[in-house]
C-alpha cells in the first residue's frame, strides 16, 4: 500500500461548480498537510496549509482534514477556469521532507 | 525577488552520456531540494541540504545519481551515464526553514529526456 493515495483524475467540471479533491494516507505519523497547486509545465506552489484536524479555509479554497480517517480534502467553491491545474496532496511526519501524493488533474470548463 | 531558477529547461541526450541539472535557490533559504517527477512516481525527493550539507540522500536512484552544493547560491545534481529510465522532470526547490512547517519554493523544473 502506497503511504499517500490521491485519484490522477481527470476531473472536469462545468465552471461555477464546487470541487472536491481527496487523499488518503497510510500512516498515522503524518502531522502536517499542504496542497500544492501545479501548472501545466510549472513547478507546484504551496495553496494550502493545515496542522490539526478540521477546516481551513482562504477564499474559495478550503483545506479539510480528518486524522482519524487518515483522509484530507480540498474545496474549491465557484471554480475558475484559471483553477484548471493538477492539485497535489502533500504531507510531513517527523523530520522527514515532504511525502506527495501523485495529483489530480483538474480541467474547469468554460 | 527571482524564484529558484534551474537550468537547462529542456535537456535531451543519448544514453550513456553525462548531465548535469543546474539551481540557483532563492537568497537566504537554508535548505534545497531535489525533486524528480514522473507520470508513475509522481514527485519523488531524491536529496536535501541544510546550509550546504547533505542532510538525506536516500532519495538517490543509485550510485550514478551525485548531487553537489558547492556555495550558498548553487547546485548541481549530475547522473552520469545517464539511461533512458532517468527521464523525468527534476525539480529544485529551497525553503527558509525546513520543509517540515515551511513553505517549499519551486522552481520550474528541467525536463529531460534519455533517448
Known amino acids: 500500500q502506497k503511504e499517500v493515495e490521491q485519484d490522477p483524475g481527470p476531473l472536469s467540471v462545468p465552471e461555477g461548480a464546487i470541487v472536491s479533491l481527496n487523499c488518503t494516507y497510510s500512516?498515522?505519523?503524518?502531522?502536517?498537510f499542504m496542497w500544492y497547486r501545479q501548472y501545466s509545465r510549472k513547478g507546484p506552489e504551496l495553496l494550502m496549509y493545515?496542522?490539526?484536524?478540521g477546516n481551513k479555509e482562504d477564499g474559495r479554497f478550503t483545506a479539510q482534514v480528518d486524522k482519524s480517517s487518515k483522509y484530507i480534502s480540498l474545496f474549491i467553491r465557484d471554480s475558475q477556469p484559471s483553477d484548471s491545474a493538477t492539485y497535489l496532496c502533500?504531507?510531513?511526519?517527523?523530520?522527514?521532507?515532504?511525502?506527495f501524493g501523485k495529483g489530480t488533474h483538474l480541467i474547469i470548463q468554460p | 525577488d527571482a524564484g529558484v531558477i534551474q537550468s537547462p529547461r529542456h535537456e535531451v541526450t543519448e544514453m550513456g552520456q553525462e548531465v548535469t541539472l543546474r539551481c540557483k535557490p532563492i537568497s537566504g533559504h537554508d535548505y534545497l531540494f531535489w525533486y524528480r517527477q514522473t507520470m508513475m512516481r509522481g514527485l519523488e525527493l531524491l536529496i536535501y541540504f541544510n546550509n550546504n550539507v547533505p542532510i538525506d540522500d536516500s532519495g538517490m536512484p543509485e550510485d550514478r545519481f551525485s548531487a553537489k552544493m558547492p556555495n550558498a547560491s548553487f547546485s548541481t545534481l549530475k547522473i552520469q551515464p545517464s539511461e533512458p529510465r532517468d527521464s523525468a522532470v527534476y525539480f529544485c526547490?529551497?525553503?527558509?526553514?525546513?520543509?517540515?512547517?515551511?513553505?517549499?519554493?519551486f522552481g520550474e523544473g528541467s525536463r529531460l529526456t534519455v533517448l
Open positions: 502533500a504531507m510531513i511526519r517527523g523530520a522527514d521532507g515532504l511525502t
Open positions: 500512516n498515522s505519523a503524518f502531522q502536517y
Open positions: 526547490a529551497s525553503s527558509p526553514t525546513s520543509g517540515r512547517t515551511s513553505k517549499l519554493f
Open positions: 493545515t496542522y490539526s484536524s
